[in-house]
C-alpha cells in the first residue's frame, strides 16, 4: 500500500514537470465526442489512482491496527503525529536524504569519469560498454543478496579475503557501516544507468569542438572542464532528475540486506512505512507516513523541476 | 614572416594513402586557395599543417621552423571549422579569449584584443551573446574572431562559407578578401567551390585525389590548365571535351579532326604528339559563338536553353551524340531542336593527349603536373 501511493506521487510529479493536463482539459471542453471516447480510460485512471489515495487518506485519519481489531474510530491527524514523532523518523528523512545525495554523487562522478574514459577508442571498446552497463539489468533483490553473501560477506565474502591476503581483519560491513554498504550496492547499480546516460551523450560532442579547443591550447585537462563537462550539464540533470525519483524510494535493497538495522541506522522512509504496517500492523499510522512520503517526494520533484528542469526544457 | 614548405607530406589512414606525396610553397601574406572536389583529402592536408592529424611521413616547416610533429597549439596557427566549432556555453567574448585565458595573458591585454577584434568584425554589440543566438554569418565572424585574437602567423579555413545561404556566402567572401587586406595576414583557405577559389586566391592549388594537379594564380589556371581535369574543374559551366585525332602536328600548330566532324589547326606546340594520335579538344562556353545553320562546318543541334539575363547558355548536341555548352548574349533565342552551327575561338583551344596532359602553346615553358 505505501508503496503504491509513493508511486502515485512520482507519477503526479512527472505530470506536474510535463504540464501536460491544460492543454488536454481544453480539448476535451470542445468535443464531446473526444470526451465520450476517452472516458472510460479517465474513469479507469481516475479509480487506479484516486481509490488507492483516498483510502489512504482515509486509513490515515482512523485507528486501524491489524493487532487490535475493533471499531475503527476517527482520530484526526494522530497518525500523522505519531510518526512524524516517531523516533524512526528523523532517522528515515536522514538516512533517505544521505542516501540519496551520496548514490547521486558517486553515480554522477562515476557515470561522468567512465563515459569519458569509454568514449577514446581502444580494443574490445564495445563488449567494455554492454559489461558497464550490464549491473543495471540485475534485480534489486538479486544483487543486493549477491553483494551481501558474495561480496561483503565477512566470513565468506571477496572482499573478506582480499583482506585477509594483506593480513588484515575482514570488516563486517552490514554491522559496522550498514549504510556506507548500502550506499555502495545501490551506486553500483545505478552507475551504468548514468554511464549509459552520458556515454550516449558523449557521442554527440562535437569533435571540431575538440579540435578547436586543441588549438586553443587547451590540454586534455582543459578540455575535460571547458568543452565536456558543459556539454555532459544537461545530460547529467537528466541523469540526478531520474535517479533521485526512484533513489527516494530504495526498499529491496535494504529489506534483503539489513532490514533496516542495526536499530534505525539503514531505515530510509519507504522502509519505515513499511516497518510500521507489516512490522507492527499498524495500518492507520502506514497510511500517514505513505501520505508524508508522497508530499516529501512531490516536493523533491517539484524542486528538481525547478532547478533543472528549466535548463532541460531550454533548448539550444 | 610566415612562409610554410611541405615537403614530401603524406598521411595514411587505415592503410589507405590520402594523401600522397605533397610539396607545396606559401609564402608570406599569401591567400592560397586549397580547392579539388570532396573527398580528395583538402581538409585532410589543412588539418596536417594544423598538427590535428599526425603525419606519416614528410616535413613541414613555418620559417625556419620544423613544426611537422609539434602540438597543435605551438604552431601559431589558427583554424576556423566549416561547422564553426564555437564552445556553446561560452558568451561571444569567452569564445574569443578562450585561447588567451588559456595562455594566462593578462586581463587588460585580453580586453584590448578582443574588442579590437569585435571592431573589425562588427561584432561589438554581440559580445555578451552565446552562440545560439546568433545568425549563421554572425557565428562564422565568431569564429574568424577567435582566429584573429590569437595573432597566429597563419590563418587556416576549412571550407568557413559552405553553411551559409548563397547571398551571405557572397557578402563574407568579401569580407574575408578585405580581412585579408587589413590583417595582411597569410590565409590558406580550403574549398571545393572553384568559385571562391577563383575570386580570393592569390595562388590556388588544385587537389585530386590526395596528389596537387596544379599550383597557380587563378588566371593562369584559367588560361593554361597543364591537364584535363584542372582544364574541367576549373571555370562554369564546365570546358566541353570532344574527341579529336591529330591530322598533322608541327612546332606552332596542330591540326585535328574531331570525331563530330569539322577539322581545326590549333596554335599549339604539336612535338608531343604525332599523326592519328588520339587526343581530346577543349573549349569553354564563352569561347564559342553560335551562328546561323550552315555558316560553319560544325553544325550542330539545339538542345535547352538557359537564359540568365545577361547571358543563355545553350546546351547543344553534335552529330556523334557529344554534348556542349555554349555562353551566348542574353538575347539569343534558340528554339529546342533548331539546327546551327558553331564558330570556336581556336586561340583559346586546348588539346589534351591521351594521358590528360596538356599540349602546351608553342613557347610556353612546360609546366610540370
Ligand atoms: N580520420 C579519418 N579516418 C579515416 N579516413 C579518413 C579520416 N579523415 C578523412 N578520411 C578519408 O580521407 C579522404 C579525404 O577526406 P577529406 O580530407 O575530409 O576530404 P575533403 O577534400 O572533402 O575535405 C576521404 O576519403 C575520407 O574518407
Ligand atoms: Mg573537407
Known sequence: MSITSLQAGVNTASDMATGSAGPKLQKRRRSRVGLAMVSPSVLALLVWMAVPLAMTIYFSLIRYNLLYPGDNEFVGLENFYYFLTDEGFVAGAFNTLWLVLSVLAISVVAGVLIAVLVDTPFFGRGIVRVMLISPFFIMPTVSALVWKNLLLHPVSGVLAAVWRFFGATPIDWFTDYPLQAIILIVSWQWIPFAVLILMTAMQSLDQEQKDAARLDGAGPIAIFWHITLPHLARPIAVVIMIETIFLLSIFAEIFTTTGGGPGYETTNLAFLIYSQALLQFDVGMASAGGLIAVVIANIAAFMLVRMIGKNLTDKA | ?369
Open chain 2, 1 to 369: 614572416m610566415a612562409n610554410l614548405t611541405i615537403r614530401n607530406l603524406k598521411k595514411v589512414f587505415e592503410g589507405i594513402e590520402i594523401i600522397k606525396g605533397i610539396d607545396l610553397d606559401i609564402k608570406d601574406h599569401e591567400f592560397v586557395v586549397f580547392v579539388g572536389p570532396s573527398g580528395c583529402g583538402k581538409s585532410t592536408l589543412l588539418r596536417l599543417i594544423a598538427g590535428l592529424e599526425e603525419v606519416t611521413s614528410g616535413h613541414i616547416h613555418l620559417d625556419d621552423k620544423e613544426i611537422t610533429d609539434m602540438a597543435p597549439a605551438k604552431r601559431d596557427l589558427a583554424m576556423v571549422f566549416q561547422t564553426y566549432a564555437l564552445y556553446p556555453h561560452m558568451s561571444v567574448k569567452k569564445n574569443m579569449s578562450f585561447a588567451l585565458d588559456l595562455a594566462g595573458v593578462a586581463k587588460s591585454e585580453v580586453e584590448s584584443k578582443v574588442s579590437e577584434a569585435a571592431r573589425i568584425l562588427e561584432l561589438d554589440h554581440l559580445l555578451e551573446r552565446k552562440p545560439k543566438a546568433l545568425s549563421g554569418g554572425q557565428r562564422q565572424r565568431v569564429a574568424i574572431g577567435r582566429a584573429i585574437v590569437r595573432q597566429p602567423k597563419i590563418f587556416l579555413f576549412d571550407e568557413p562559407l559552405s553553411n551559409l545561404d548563397a547571398a551571405l556566402r557572397v557578402q563574407m567572401r568579401l569580407e574575408l578578401a578585405r580581412l585579408h587586406q587589413e590583417l595582411n595576414a597569410t590565409m590558406i583557405y580550403v574549398t571545393h567551390d572553384q568559385v571562391e577559389a577563383m575570386t580570393l586566391a592569390d595562388k590556388v592549388v588544385v587537389l585530386n585525389g590526395g596528389n596537387i594537379e596544379q599550383v597557380g594564380s587563378p588566371l593562369e589556371l584559367y588560361r593554361h590548365p597543364v591537364n584535363q581535369f584542372v582544364a574541367g574543374f576549373i571555370g562554369t559551366p564546365k570546358m566541353a571535351f570532344l574527341n579529336a585525332q591529330v591530322k598533322a602536328s608541327d612546332a606552332a600548330s596542330v591540326t585535328v579532326a574531331l570525331d563530330s566532324g569539322p577539322v581545326y589547326t590549333l596554335p599549339l606546340d604539336g612535338r608531343t604528339v604525332k599523326v592519328g594520335d588520339v587526343v581530346t579538344f577543349g573549349v569553354r562556353p564563352e569561347h564559342i559563338q553560335v551562328a546561323d545553320a550552315g555558316v560553319s562546318e560544325f553544325s550542330v543541334k539545339l538542345d535547352v536553353t538557359e537564359h540568365l539575363g545577361a547571358d543563355t547558355y545553350c546546351y547543344v548536341k553534335a552529330p556523334n551524340g557529344e554534348t556542349l555548352t555554349v555562353r551566348a548574349s542574353g538575347d539569343y533565342m534558340g528554339r529546342y531542336g533548331q539546327e546551327v552551327s558553331l564558330v570556336p575561338e581556336l586561340a583559346h583551344c586546348h588539346l589534351f593527349d591521351a594521358e590528360g596532359r596538356a599540349i602546351p602553346k608553342p613557347g610556353a615553358p612546360a609546366q610540370a603536373a
